[in-house]
C-alpha cells in the first residue's frame, strides 16, 4: 500500500484528472435539472417557505411557517436555503442548492479521506457513492436528509481518520461536523455516532480509544459550534424544548405521533434501493465480508489491521441506522439516508479486494448487475409514460412506449454484463455502471419532469392562478391534499384559506377545488357569484373565482 502523500508527478497529473472527472460527473448528478419539475410532497414546499419567511425578517433564529413559529426541525437547512435565496432569488433551484451543496461536499470529503488514507481508492469510492440512487434523489430535494447525511458522514470519517493516525485535527473535524450535524436534524447525529464508535472500539476490544475520543478541545468545538443558535431559539421560543425534542424526537421516535407507521422490515427494501444500481455489488460484498470475519476469528488480533477494521468500521455504520430507525414507530425514507454512504465504500472497499486479488466476475454476478442496471434505465424511460398513468388510474399502462423503453434497458443490460464478462471486467465495471445512472437521469429529467411537475406539483396550479390575477388575491382551497395546500402557499408567498374548515374569505378570492365539487361549492358560499376559470386535469382540480 502506498504511504498517504507520497504521490509522484504522474500520481498528480492523474489526480487532476480524477478530480475533473469528478466535477462533471457531481455537477451533472447533483445540480443539473433542480428545477426542471417544481417542489414535491408536503416537506420542501414547507422548508423552502420557512427559510423564504426567514430571510424577510432578517431572522436567523426562529424558523416561521405563514408568520407562526415552526419548531419541527433545527436551522441548518434554513440557514442555506436563506444564502441561496439571497444570492438567486426564491425559486426552486435554490431551495435545492443545500441539498446539492452538501451532496458536493460529502463527495469531496470522501475523495480526500481515501486520497489520504486508502490510496488507490478514492475514485471508485467517490463515484459510487455520488452515483447511488439514494445520493442523487436526496440531492435534488428541498429537505433536512442531505445536510444531515453529509455532516454525519463527514464527522465519521473525521473520527476515523483520528483513529488510523492519532492526529487531533481529525477529531476536531469530527466535532465541527458533528455540531453541523445536531444542527441539521439534531440529537439523532450524536446519538447514531456514539453507538457506532462504541460498537466499533467494542469489538475491536479498545476502549481506551472511549476517554480519548471524549476530549476536551473536542467537546468545546462541539458546543461553541451547536449551543448558540439552540440557547437563542429556546430563550425566545420557550415552548421550544417541548415540541423539537418531546414531540418530534422522543415521541416521533416511540409512538405513531405523525402517522408515518411502516412494518419494522420496511426500511430493507428502501435501503436497498437507495443502493441502486449498486445493490448486488453490496450484497456479495457484505457476505464475503461477513465470510472473512467469521474464518478469522472473533478476537482483537482479527481486526488490528487498517485492512481489517476499516471493512469492520464501514459494516457497524451501515447496520446502525438501519436497525436504530427499523426500530421507530415513525418511518420515511430518507431517514435511512445516513447509512448509504458506508454501503458505498463497502463495495469499493470490496472491488478493491477484487483488483488486488485478480478475480473475475461470475456469469451470475454480471447478469444480475447487468440486470439492476437496465431496471434502472427502464425505470427512468419509462417514469414520463408510467407518471401519468399512475397519477389517474394508480397502476401502470403497458403502451408502445414502455415496450420501447424495456427493449433499450435489456440492450443495455446485456451489454452491461457481456462487458463484466470479459478479461477488463473488474476495469469495466465503474464506467458501464456510471453510464447507466448517467442516462438514467438524464431520462427522468428530459423526459419524466414534465409529467412529474404537471401531476405532483402545485406549481402549475400557481402558474394557472396567477395567469388571471398577477395581484395577492386571498386564495381558498377546497379538498386539496397537503402537497397541494403548501405548495401553493409556497409559490404564491401567502397563506390560505380551507373551505372545509369553515374558513370562507369575505372578500373576492380564487377557489382551487377538485373536481366535480361545484355544487357543493354553491352551497357553501349561498348568495354568492362563482364563475369557473380553468382546470388542470392532471391533479383533477377547477380554479373558481369567488366574488
Request: proline letters at 6%; charged letters at 15%.
Amino acid at each position: 500500500m502506498n504511504k498517504p502523500g507520497m504521490n509522484s508527478p504522474g500520481m498528480n497529473s492523474r489526480s487532476r484528472a480524477d478530480l475533473l472527472l469528478l466535477a462533471a460527473f457531481c455537477g451533472f448528478l447533483f445540480f443539473y435539472g433542480l428545477g426542471a419539475f417544481g417542489l414535491l410532497g408536503a416537506d420542501e414546499p414547507r422548508y423552502a417557505q420557512v427559510a423564504r419567511e426567514m430571510l424577510d425578517r432578517s431572522d436567523w433564529v426562529t424558523p416561521t411557517l405563514q408568520g407562526k413559529a415552526w419548531l419541527e426541525k433545527p436551522v441548518l437547512y434554513y440557514w442555506q436555503a436563506m444564502l441561496a435565496f439571497r444570492s438567486g432569488g426564491v425559486t426552486d433551484q435554490a431551495a435545492r442548492l443545500p441539498a446539492a451543496f452538501d451532496a458536493a461536499l460529502l463527495i469531496a470529503a470522501i475523495y480526500w479521506f481515501l486520497r489520504r488514507f486508502r490510496p488507490g481508492s478514492e475514485l471508485d469510492g467517490t463515484l459510487i457513492t455520488a452515483s447511488c440512487a439514494g445520493v442523487v434523489g436526496f440531492a435534488h430535494a428541498a429537505a433536512t436528509d442531505m445536510p444531515l447525511a453529509a455532516c454525519f458522514a463527514i464527522a465519521l470519517l473525521g473520527w476515523y481518520a483520528w483513529h488510523e493516525s492519532g492526529r487531533h485535527i481529525y477529531l476536531a473535524a469530527f466535532y465541527i461536523a458533528l455540531a453541523l450535524g445536531t444542527l441539521a436534524k439534531g440529537p439523532v447525529a450524536p446519538a447514531l455516532s456514539a453507538v457506532i464508535i462504541f460498537l466499533f472500539v467494542g469489538v475491536k476490544r479498545d476502549w481506551r480509544a472511549i476517554p480519548r475520543t471524549l476530549w476536551v478541545p473536542g467537546i468545546a468545538l462541539y458546543l461553541a459550534v451547536m449551543l448558540p443558535w439552540y440557547v437563542a431559539v429556546q430563550l425566545r421560543n420557550p415552548e421550544f424544548f417541548r415540541v423539537f425534542i418531546l414531540e418530534h424526537n422522543l415521541a416521533r421516535f416511540s409512538q405513531n405521533v405523525y402517522h408515518h407507521r411502516q412494518p419494522f422490515w420496511f426500511y430493507l427494501p428502501v435501503f436497498l434501493l437507495a443502493m441502486m444500481p449498486w445493490t448486488f455489488v453490496l450484497i456479495v460484498g457484505v457476505a464475503e465480508r461477513a465470510r472473512i470475519i467469521w474464518s478469522e476469528g472473533k478476537g482483537k488480533e482479527a481486526f488490528s489491521k487498517p485492512e481489517a477494521s476499516w471493512p469492520l468500521f464501514l459494516l457497524i455504520w451501515m447496520f446502525v441506522p438501519i436497525l436504530f430507525f427499523s426500530a421507530s414507530q415513525s418511518k420515511l425514507p430518507g431517514y435511512i439516508l445516513p447509512a448509504v454512504p458506508a454501503a458505498a465504500l463497502l463495495v469499493a472497499e470490496y472491488l478493491a479486494a477484487r483488483r488486488r486479488e485478480g478475480k473475475k466476475f461470475s456469469p451470475l454476478f454480471a447478469a444480475v448487475h447487468g440486470i439492476l442496471c437496465g431496471l434502472l434505465i427502464f425505470a427512468a424511460l419509462s417514469a414520463a409514460l408510467s407518471a401519468a398513468s399512475i397519477a389517474i388510474s394508480h397502476h401502470l399502462q403497458w403502451a408502445t412506449g414502455t415496450y420501447v423503453a424495456a427493449a433499450i434497458a435489456a440492450v443495455f443490460a446485456m451489454g452491461i454484463a457481456a462487458a463484466l464478462l470479459t478479461r477488463a471486467g473488474l476495469r469495466l465495471l465503474r464506467p458501464v455502471t456510471m453510464l447507466a445512472v448517467v442516462v438514467s437521469v438524464g431520462a427522468i429529467i428530459r423526459f419524466a419532469a414534465p409529467v412529474i411537475d404537471a401531476t405532483q406539483s402545485a406549481r402549475p396550479i400557481a402558474e394557472s392562478i396567477q395567469a388571471f390575477s398577477r395581484e395577492p388575491v386571498p386564495i381558498a382551497l377546497y379538498h386539496l391534499n397537503r402537497m397541494q395546500e403548501y405548495g401553493l402557499e409556497f409559490y404564491l408567498n401567502r397563506a390560505t384559506e380551507k373551505y372545509e374548515d369553515g374558513n370562507v374569505p369575505a372578500a373576492p378570492h380564487v377557489l382551487v377545488a377538485a373536481q366535480n365539487t361545484q355544487s357543493q361549492v354553491a352551497q357553501l358560499v349561498p348568495g354568492r357569484r362563482v364563475s369557473y376559470l380553468t382546470s388542470i386535469p392532471a391533479q383533477k382540480l377547477d380554479l373558481y373565482w369567488v366574488k
